[in-house]
């Protein structure tokens, strides 16, 4: 698909991105209509960076509804569009979606690993603390879940932690 150039199609697209985490907050039913509108927008008018975040969000519904394969195809297509369109900005929120809610299902628990420290590095790049400090709460958990030794993990949290604080501090 093109990408999209209509102002109006690409306000849509941000207003229907930002309304995921609210939804969530207040109203989960909410999730699916708002998924499928921004997917749906994305069909009709072709896709822009803030269309990962849709698909990503499609694909986590999915697999909660034990549609995996479809749900982990949403992710993967989520994951190309930040490549595509270079976007740093949502990558956090991306990477930190599909590598707690979606990849697990398809592929080995350590694979989960490297994309959410990936995803921590851009975040602390762009300032994006919070979905940096998802990825460091969900990498050491992970690694638990995963058999590390519990030394080892706490060595982790302690050191990826301390670096998040870090860049706190220092804005």
């Known amino acids: ?6 102002p109006l199609s690409l306000a849509i697209m941000r207003l229907l991105a ?17 998924s499928l509108a921004h ?5 009709q008018k ?27 195809w949403a992710g993967l297509l989520a994951i190309k569009l930040l490549e595509r369109f270079h976007a740093k900005a949502i990558s956090g929120q991306v990477s930190f979606i599909f590598s707690t809610q979606i990849q ?5 628990l350590r694979n989960c690993l490297p994309p959410l420290l990936d ?8 300032g994006d603390l ?11 958990f992970i690694l638990f879940w995963a058999g ?3 030394d080892e993990v706490h060595k982790q949290q302690n050191l990826y932690t301390d670096l998040v604080v870090r860049k706190i501090k220092s804005e």
């Open 1 to 6: 698909l093109p990408e999209i150039e209509d």
């Open 18 to 34: 930002s309304l995921y985490v609210p939804a969530l907050s207040a109203k989960p039913e909410l999730m699916w209509p708002v």
């Open 39 to 43: 997917i749906d927008l994305c069909e």
């Open 46 to 72: 072709g896709w822009t960076a803030v269309s990962a975040i849709g698909y990503v969000i499609y694909g986590m519904l999915l697999c909660i509804q034990e549609n995996i394969p479809k749900g982990y």
């Open 104 to 108: 697990h299902w398809q592929e080995p």
């Open 119 to 126: 995803a921590l590095q851009i975040g602390l790049e762009v």
């Open 130 to 140: 919070t979905y940096g400090s998802f990825c460091v709460e969900n990498y050491c």
């Open 148 to 150: 590390e030794n519990l």
